[in-house]
């Protein structure tokens, strides 16, 4: 049974430029979170996508979207890239089950973003 | 809103001596608390949840935590530590269920030394 993976796994891009991202979530799964670590901190929550809708969104800017695919692959998109968007970028999977869930979230192994 | 605050960014212990990382959290409403940790270039695994059963929550790898919700603490310890051990640790607190946002502390990484 395949975990979360994601792709690529490395990535240098040049400021302004457009990236995008894509995850792959555990067998099973049906939700997608997508996280920024940035060096020497803890994984930052950017946004969840339940349902192939945005469900759930951090403190991070527009220039941040998602998607989600019918077969609950996730995508996500950063434009106008900045030196700070530089981070490892770390995709999540959970089945939702409401609100008596107890259930956990699988990581990736991330993508690592270099903006230089 | 809630904060996770994990004192010692670095820790260093001798292999088999006690592992002790410390980590204290915020929540206005009865939280679901996580370790994780995060070998060198991967991603993060979980180590043990608490869920609001018992208490003191048993995980992988001998690691063992306790909520005490009077010192809003959890924190994660293993008897003896091994060389396989260094890596970082980080501590997550959601406010439901684990399916909703995880917000993690800062860290800490941990070294064993021989």
């Known amino acids: 049974d395949a975990g979360v993976t994601q792709s690529p796994t490395h990535l240098i891009k040049t400021r302004g430029q457009q990236v995008t991202l894509r995850c792959s979530p555990k067998?099973?799964?049906?939700?997608v979170s997508w996280y920024q670590q940035a060096l020497g901190q803890g994984p930052q929550f950017i946004f969840q996508?339940?349902?192939?809708?945005?469900?759930q969104r951090g403190n991070f800017p527009d220039r941040f979207s998602g998607h989600q695919y019918p077969n609950y692959s996730s995508e996500l998109n950063v434009n106008a890239l900045l030196l700070g968007d530089s981070a490892l970028y770390l995709c999540?999977?959970?089945?939702?089950?409401?609100?008596?869930?107890?259930?956990?979230?699988?990581f990736g192994a991330g993508t690592r973003l270099s903006v230089l | 809103a809630q904060s996770v605050t994990q004192l010692g960014s670095h820790v260093s212990v001798s292999e088999g001596a006690l592992v002790l990382l410390r980590c204290n959290y915020s929540s206005s409403v009865p939280p679901y608390l996580f370790w994780y940790v995060q070998y060198p270039n991967q991603g993060l695994q979980l180590l043990l949840k608490y869920t609001s059963a018992a208490t003191l929550v048993k995980g992988i790898n001998g690691f063992e935590a306790e909520f005490k919700k009077s010192e809003t603490s959890f924190h994660l310890t293993k008897p003896s530590a091994h060389m396989s051990d260094a890596a970082e640790y980080f501590c997550?607190?959601?406010?439901?269920?684990?399916?909703?946002?995880?917000?993690f502390g800062k860290g800490t990484k941990l070294t064993v030394n021989p």
């Open positions: 067998s099973g799964h049906d939700t």
């Open positions: 997550a607190v959601s406010e439901e269920g684990g399916s909703e946002k995880l917000v």
């Open positions: 996508y339940y349902e192939e809708e945005e469900r």
């Open positions: 999540a999977s959970s089945f939702y089950l409401g609100r008596i869930a107890k259930n956990i979230q699988y």
